[in-house]
C-alpha cells in the first residue's frame, strides 16, 4: 500500500470518528469514569460505558459489555476499548464469582468492543464471533486504526495491543450450551456492520444487541447496510426478551419499543430518500422536501439525522 493511500484511508477514519462524536451529548474529555457491574437478569450483568468519544482520559470506557454466571463458568459479551478494560472487567467478575470465564462473545469487530480482548484470551477463554469480522481483522483499515489508536488512546492502547482473532466462527444461527447454559448467537450482519451478531439467553430473558439498537435518540448509521439492518431487527421482535443490553447506553426493558423506534425510523428514512436516489433528484432537495416532523424533537436529530438520511440516500443508489 502507498504512502498517500495510507493516509487517505486515517483521513476517512478521522473524518467518521469527529462525526460520531458529535452524536454524544457527553465530552470526548469526560472524567475518568468508574467500571461497575449492574444486574439485568437472574445471573446476567452489564458494565456500562460513558457516551462520549473514546479519549485518554476515559480509557476508550464509552461501550458496554455483558456477562453472564452459568453453572460452569462465565460468558462474557464483548471486552471493552482497551486491555486495561478488559482485565478491570475481570476484576469486577471475580467479585461476584470464582468461576472460570470461558468465553467471550464478540457482537462485532468495532475497536471500542475488541481492544480488550486479549485480557480474556491470555487466562484462556474461547473467542467466538461472525465470519465476515475476518475480512475486517485482515485489512489494512483494522491495522491503520490500531496504529492511529496507539497515539490517539495512549497510553491505554500501545506497542503490546493486539488484534485479536476469534477462536469459533460462527456463519448462521445457532443454539449452543456454554458453561452449562443455552446461548441464542444470531446472525446480524451486514446490519450495522458486515459482522453483527445479538446473543439471547432464553434463561436470563436477555438479549445482548451490540449496536443494533438506539434508545431514545436518533440511531447513528454511518456506512451500514440500512435494509440489512431492518430485517435484522425484524427478527430480533421476535425474540421473547425482557430486558436488551445495547452496545451504547443503559438496557431497556421495554425491548418491543425501541426495537420498533429503531426500525421505525429507518424504514422512515429509506422511504423518504428512496424515490430521490433512484431517480437522481438532488439530496438536497429530497432532504428539504421530505417532512422530519416525528422526529425532530427527538434527541440528536440534529446532529445525526441529515448524514443519515444522506448515507442511506448514498447506499440506495448503489442497491
Do not use: C
Given at each position: 500500500?502507498?504512502?498517500?493511500?495510507?493516509?487517505?484511508?486515517?483521513?476517512?477514519?478521522?473524518?467518521?470518528?469527529?462525526?460520531?462524536?458529535?452524536?454524544?451529548?457527553?465530552?470526548?474529555?469526560?472524567?475518568?469514569?468508574?467500571?461497575?457491574?449492574?444486574?439485568?437478569?437472574?445471573?446476567?450483568?452489564?458494565?456500562?460505558?460513558?457516551?462520549?468519544?473514546?479519549?485518554?482520559?476515559?480509557?476508550?470506557?464509552?461501550?458496554?459489555?455483558?456477562?453472564?454466571m452459568g453453572p460452569q463458568g462465565v460468558i462474557v459479551i464483548d471486552a471493552l476499548g482497551s486491555?486495561?478494560?478488559?482485565?478491570?472487567?475481570?476484576?469486577?467478575?471475580?467479585?461476584?464469582?470464582?468461576?472460570?470465564?470461558?468465553?467471550?462473545?464478540?457482537?462485532?469487530?468495532?475497536?471500542?468492543?475488541?481492544?480488550?480482548?486479549?485480557?480474556?484470551?491470555?487466562?484462556?477463554?474461547?473467542?467466538?464471533?461472525?465470519?465476515?469480522?475476518?475480512?475486517?481483522?485482515?485489512?489494512?483499515?483494522?491495522?491503520?486504526?490500531?496504529?492511529?489508536?496507539?497515539t490517539e488512546l495512549a497510553p491505554w492502547i500501545n506497542d503490546q495491543t493486539r488484534l485479536v482473532?476469534?477462536?469459533?466462527?460462527?456463519?448462521?444461527?445457532?443454539?449452543?450450551?456454554?458453561?452449562?447454559?443455552?446461548?441464542?448467537?444470531?446472525?446480524?450482519?451486514?446490519?450495522?456492520?458486515?459482522?453483527?451478531?445479538?446473543?439471547?439467553?432464553?434463561?436470563?430473558?436477555?438479549?445482548?444487541?451490540?449496536?443494533?439498537?438506539?434508545?431514545?435518540?436518533?440511531?447513528?448509521?454511518?456506512?451500514?447496510?440500512?435494509?440489512?439492518?431492518?430485517?435484522?431487527?425484524?427478527?430480533?421482535?421476535?425474540?421473547?426478551?425482557?430486558?436488551?443490553?445495547?452496545?451504547?447506553?443503559?438496557?431497556?426493558?421495554?425491548?418491543?419499543?425501541?426495537?420498533?423506534?429503531?426500525?421505525?425510523?429507518l424504514v422512515f428514512v429509506r422511504q423518504a430518500m428512496a424515490r430521490a436516489a433512484r431517480e437522481?433528484?438532488?439530496?438536497?432537495?429530497?432532504?428539504?422536501?421530505?417532512?422530519?416532523?416525528?422526529?425532530?424533537?427527538?434527541?440528536?436529530?440534529?446532529?445525526?439525522?441529515?448524514?443519515?438520511?444522506?448515507?442511506?440516500?448514498?447506499?440506495?443508489?448503489?442497491?
Amino acid at each position: 500500500m502507498t504512502l498517500s493511500l495510507r493516509l487517505k484511508i486515517l483521513a476517512r477514519h478521522s473524518i467518521v470518528l469527529t462525526i460520531f462524536s458529535g452524536l454524544f451529548s457527553a465530552s470526548a474529555h469526560s472524567a475518568d469514569s468508574p467500571l461497575s457491574l449492574a444486574q439485568v437478569g437472574p445471573h446476567a450483568y452489564y458494565a456500562q460505558g460513558i457516551s462520549a468519544l473514546g479519549s485518554p482520559l476515559n480509557r476508550n470506557f464509552i461501550s458496554n459489555a455483558g456477562v453472564v454466571m452459568g453453572p460452569q463458568g462465565v460468558i462474557v459479551i464483548d471486552a471493552l476499548g482497551s486491555p486495561t478494560l478488559g482485565s478491570q472487567l475481570i476484576t469486577e467478575i471475580r467479585k461476584l464469582t470464582d468461576k472460570p470465564i470461558q468465553y467471550v462473545i464478540v457482537t462485532h469487530y468495532h475497536a471500542d468492543h475488541i481492544y480488550g480482548l486479549q485480557s480474556f484470551v491470555d487466562i484462556g477463554a474461547t473467542v467466538i464471533a461472525q465470519e465476515s469480522a475476518k475480512d475486517y481483522l485482515g485489512s489494512d483499515t483494522a491495522q491503520l486504526r490500531l496504529q492511529a489508536s496507539r497515539t490517539e488512546l495512549a497510553p491505554w492502547i500501545n506497542d503490546q495491543t493486539r488484534l485479536v482473532p476469534a477462536t469459533r466462527w460462527i456463519t448462521d444461527d445457532i443454539r449452543l450450551t456454554l458453561s452449562g447454559l443455552d446461548v441464542d448467537i444470531i446472525k446480524m450482519g451486514p446490519a450495522h456492520t458486515p459482522d453483527d451478531l445479538a446473543i439471547f439467553f432464553p434463561s436470563e430473558g436477555v438479549l445482548f444487541a451490540g449496536d443494533l439498537v438506539f434508545r431514545g435518540r436518533i440511531p447513528y448509521v454511518g456506512n451500514a447496510d440500512s435494509l440489512g439492518w431492518i430485517k435484522s431487527l425484524d427478527k430480533l421482535l421476535v425474540r421473547d426478551a425482557k430486558t436488551i443490553v445495547p452496545g451504547h447506553g443503559p438496557a431497556s426493558t421495554t425491548p418491543s419499543e425501541d426495537l420498533k423506534f429503531t426500525r421505525d425510523y429507518l424504514v422512515f428514512v429509506r422511504q423518504a430518500m428512496a424515490r430521490a436516489a433512484r431517480e437522481l433528484e438532488p439530496f438536497d432537495d429530497a432532504y428539504a422536501t421530505t417532512d422530519w416532523s416525528q422526529y425532530e424533537k427527538v434527541p440528536l436529530f440534529k446532529a445525526a439525522n441529515r448524514m443519515n438520511a444522506y448515507n442511506i440516500y448514498l447506499s440506495i443508489q448503489n442497491e
